[in-house]
């Protein structure tokens, strides 16, 4: 579909912002790019980019064109993964957006598992905050969004919503590790390892800890839940996980889980969906389908 690709060379640039890189990764020249640009520009009788010193950013009519493109390309990928699955090919692309409470061990595992049986369907998986994720499927970056206390569910259609419980993580011989349940003030008495605002668990915590009037004081804050999880192998240190993040071999690291308290840390909600007003890919479509199915086994 050749008619296309000037199409996804304007939405390259508009993302990356830099005719340079979007160059760089399309694998033309820049000033090719810029000829095609400039071709457009001339058939539509008005620019669609601002120059600036910083780089290229879309200007209004820049935007409403981004609009129709994306649309655009995300009917091309329908179509063709439509066409796909009646040839028996079963192809297709999905990209997901998802926070990182299910990319480490989840995503993995049932990415495997959907290639060996669909080998023609290609994945992207983009690790995203909270509320970024359900707002890339608006301008269809992405297909599907997994995420863990989503902020903006307006235009997210969840197929799948589940509670997720809390789990308090530590060195295998630490005073609490034999305990059957944790309440969140019996933590505070350790260093304590959190994820930073506005990860969900983050959020979660801080409320359970408000409500009892105490403010968690981290030790240390960090976006990397693998970081906090092996920070706390050799110390006395606590970090916090979701059942779906438990990594499978946590005894084997020198590390213990103990459930946190549903009176004292309430679960938290996963959610899984697309954009409301969107017809998937057949691809992407089947992919959130086991999505679905595994987390219903696993989680109810």
Do not use: W
């Not at 990928?77 to 409470?101: C, F, P, Q, W, Y």
């Not at 297909?143 to 969840?158: C, G, N």
Request: proline share 6%.
């Amino acid at each position: 579909m050749r008619h296309l690709q000037t199409l996804r060379y304007i939405e390259k640039i508009a993302r990356t912002g830099s005719l340079r890189s979007a160059a760089e990764e399309l694998g033309i020249t820049p000033s090719a790019l810029n000829r095609r640009i400039l071709a457009i520009e001339e058939e539509l009788g008005v620019e669609i980019f601002e120059r600036l010193p910083s780089g290229l950013r879309p200007n209004i009519a820049g935007e409403i064109l981004l609009d129709h493109i994306r649309q655009q390309l995300a009917d091309m990928e329908r179509v063709k993964s439509r066409i796909a699955d009646l040839s028996g090919m079963r192809a297709g692309h999905v990209n997901i957006a998802t926070t990182r409470e299910s990319a480490l061990y989840f995503l993995p595992e049932l990415i495997r598992r959907h290639m060996r049986e669909f080998p023609a369907v290609t994945f992207g998986v983009n690790l995203m905050e909270r509320g970024e994720a359900e707002q890339s499927l608006a301008d269809l970056t992405n297909d599907i969004a997994i995420v863990f206390e989503p902020m903006h569910q307006h235009d997210l259609q969840a197929v799948y919503t589940g509670a997720q419980q809390m789990y308090c993580v530590m060195a295998h011989d630490h005073p609490l590790a034999s305990r059957e349940r944790l309440r969140i003030y019996e933590c505070t008495d350790y260093p304590l390892l959190l994820p930073a605002r506005p990860e969900g668990i983050r959020t979660i915590l801080d409320t359970a800890a408000a409500r009892v009037g105490i403010r968690l004081a981290p030790a240390l804050e960090s976006n990397s839940l693998d970081m906090l999880r092996l920070m706390s192998r050799e110390s006395d240190a606590l970090s916090f996980s979701l059942a779906i993040n438990l990594r499978p071999t946590l005894a084997g690291d020198g590390l213990a889980a103990v459930p946190m308290d549903p009176a004292s840390v309430p679960p938290g909600t996963l959610v899984a969906g697309h954009l409301r007003t969107r017809a998937l890919p057949v691809a992407a479509a089947r992919f959130l389908e086991s999505v679905v199915k595994e987390l219903a086994r696993r989680y109810g």
